[in-house]
């Protein structure tokens, strides 16, 4: 403290910790003290706001006196402590502190304790040059003043300046102006030190008033010191001289210009006009010749004969099935002691499954240990050798032979004529299936290998019966399926698993199915 003056000390307030925004380390404690000498908030027209005024408005657009200084270093990295902590006083009006600390005020008005926080940290930055972050600011509750005098540190050190410190609304107070009594004229920065005494001047004050100037500087004919350009008057002087002679240059509001635009855009319309009416006409005229000229390539058929027609009940597209890819779904084995047989009747499994469990395997290992005869006197005929290749000549000889009606004999018999041979057709046989109960309704899954896509095959279902139609090349007969309830046909949905083999269609019920007495197998019927 300078010599003469009192000492400053502040009163304790409270204590916020930040950290430096621009480097990683350092952590900084701000003393929010109060005096009574610092004054009351100021409006901009000079005149001290009241308690109630700040209550009902707040500080936002005052200007609040404060000032900050004992700026010291409290621990040193050096010194085995983790970080750098600083600590720096800020003194304001005890009113603004006590406000600051009421909950109930800053609830109502919640922009009070950033802006006085703001205030602060920005005053720090200007005479420091430390730029702390503002989003990390946190009250410190286990005290209320950071680093003070005493044995626990809660009296608050004297006031010390900062070197430098000014209050940022300095530039915005009105400066008095100088007494102009005590303003002294200024004594000439450059004088004529030319020996002999000071010349007389060019020029003397009042010359344009002697009877030689005629009452005028230049004359009734004015100065004649300026050329007239070469451009005046021209309205596109603007431009350069040579870009004016090597470009032509048309103006949009001349008459002529005026006439030829709208011609041009005449000729346009026109051609416009006639382009339309001639695509118009030319994609009429054939749409008639087609309509005019019978189809010549229509396919020959016999009289009589008409095209064949789809013995469907409905016309449906299923080549969307095409597309479908195969879902491998995990195998999900039922464990149950009944099974459907080929007729569609419920058969029980349980006799059938402990008779085969009393007779026990129909092999027991080492069966062939103890026999006296062989398996197989003349070795095992299931494999044949392969032809040689002489066999195979003579082979291909005889049946040549045959066919042009010569018999290797020498006899002039003839040999009887073998029989034709006579293909048969595959056998169709009935697609295996089980319907079962799912959480939507009914379940179809329908066993059909050697599918190899669901092109072809016809699927109607109505709301007691499911049938499905296959093509000929499967092999398989049409299935048709009766319902123990009713289902939504519009709501089917069938899936193809070429790897399984099987076709899954998936029944919504249609509403809630009364339990039969006894459970009633499906009908298959077989339609030939």
Not at 293 to 299: D, G, L, N
Not at 394 to 418: I, T, V, W
Request: glycine share 8%.
């Amino acid at each position: 403290t300078p010599a003469g003056m009192p000492v400053l000390r502040p009163s304790i307030g409270f204590c916020i910790q930040t950290v430096s925004a621009t480097s990683s380390s350092g952590r900084w404690y701000v003393n929010m003290c109060r005096h009574k000498m610092c004054e009351m908030p100021i409006a901009y027209s000079g005149k001290t706001v009241s308690r109630d005024w700040i209550l009902a408005n707040g500080i936002g657009n005052l200007q609040v006196p404060f000032d900050i200084g004992s700026f010291r270093k409290v621990k040193e990295r050096a010194e085995g402590a983790r970080q750098t902590t600083y600590c720096i006083d800020v003194i304001f009006n005890p009113l603004i502190v006590q406000i600051f600390m009421d909950d109930e005020f800053c609830n109502k008005m919640a922009q009070y304790r950033p802006f006085v926080i703001g205030l602060a940290l920005k005053r720090i930055e200007e005479t420091i040059g430390v730029r702390l972050a503002q989003d990390q600011v946190k009250l410190v509750k286990t005290l209320r003043y950071k680093d003070g005098e005493g044995d626990d540190g809660s009296i608050p050190r004297e006031f010390e300046d900062v070197p430098g410190n000014a209050d940022c609304f300095d530039e915005q107070v009105p400066k008095k102006p100088n007494n102009v009594n005590d303003v002294t004229e200024a004594e000439p920065l450059i004088q004529d030190m030319t020996p002999g005494g000071a010349r007389k001047p060019a020029l003397k004050k009042g010359f344009l008033n002697s009877s030689k100037a005629g009452g005028s500087l230049y004359g009734e004919d004015g100065s004649k010191e300026g050329v007239l350009p070469e451009n005046a008057g021209d309205p596109l002087g603007y431009i350069p001289k040579k870009l004016r002679n090597s470009c032509k240059i048309v103006d949009c509001n001349a008459p002529e210009y005026q006439a030829n635009a709208k011609q041009r855009q005449a000729v346009d319309e026109t051609n416009k006009h006639n382009k339309e009416f001639k695509d118009q006409l030319g994609g009429d005229m054939e749409k008639w010749m087609k309509m005019s000229q019978p189809e010549i390539w229509k396919e020959d058929l016999p009289d009589g004969t008409d095209a064949p027609s789809a013995a469907r009940k409905y016309d449906n597209d299923y080549s969307r099935f095409d597309k479908l890819e195969d879902v491998e779904e995990a195998s999900v084995v039922e464990e149950r002691d009944w099974y459907y047989d080929s007729c569609g009747n419920r058969r029980s499994s349980a006799v059938t499954g402990a008779s085969e469990a009393s007779k026990g395997p129909a092999v027991k290992r080492g069966f062939l240990d103890g026999v006296k005869k062989p398996l197989y006197p003349n070795g095992s005929e299931q494999g044949v050798a392969p032809l040689s290749e002489d066999e195979v000549l003579k082979g291909m000889l005889k049946q040549a032979q045959e066919m042009a009606g010569d018999h290797p004999s020498s006899s002039s018999a003839a040999a009887p004529r073998a029989a034709p041979s006579v293909v048969k057709a595959k056998e169709s046989r009935t697609p295996e299936f089980e319907l079962k109960d799912s959480p939507e309704g009914l379940q179809l899954v329908v066993t059909v290998p050697g599918l190899e896509s669901m092109q072809d095959v016809a699927l109607d279902v109505t709301e007691l019966s499911a049938s499905l139609a296959f093509p000929a090349a499967s092999g398989f007969r049409p299935l048709q399926v009766d319902l123990p309830s009713s289902v939504l046909p519009n709501k089917v949905k069938a899936k193809f698993s070429k790897k399984k083999g099987s076709i899954t269609i998936t029944l919504p019920a249609a509403g809630k199915a009364r339990d039969p007495p006894a459970p009633s197998p499906p009908v298959c019927q077989c339609m030939t």
